[in-house]
């Protein structure tokens, strides 16, 4: 069975930062596409950032510079490192697997920036 367990969000503050964690299971980790998502309140659902087991990363032009995708392969782990965070970033930022034809998501983690 797929598991995405997401974790590591929080209250920061303008400025600050924070790093989400993806653990992820039930799947060779040798063949994924893995992307962090974000849903603000009253918004659609976007991607962030996503990274291929190739190892070739995209991001969306609002985080490039403050935002890094990576992965631990011994972990099975895909972090966001979130820096220089904006009130804009605000939202609830889910871990999204895709696995050839088929897509997976996993719980929530609320990220609340404050001025």
């Known amino acids: 069975e797929v598991q995405l367990q997401a974790s590591g969000g929080g209250l920061v503050q303008a400025g600050g930062s924070l790093r989400l964690s993806c653990a992820t299971s039930?799947?060779?980790?040798?063949?994924?596409?893995i992307g962090w998502y974000r849903q603000a309140p009253g918004k659609e659902r976007e991607r962030v950032s996503c990274?291929?087991?190739?190892?070739?990363?995209y991001s969306i032009d609002s985080v490039k510079g403050r935002f890094t995708i990576s992965v631990d392969n011994a972990k099975r782990t895909v972090y966001l490192q979130m820096n220089s965070l904006k009130l804009e970033d605000t939202a609830v930022y889910y871990c999204?697997?895709?696995?050839?034809?088929?897509?997976?998501w996993g719980q929530g983690t609320q990220v609340t920036v404050s001025s």
């Open positions: 039930g799947f060779p980790f040798d063949d994924y596409a």
């Open positions: 990274v291929n087991s190739d190892g070739t990363t």
């Open positions: 999204h697997l895709k696995l050839g034809s088929s897509a997976f």
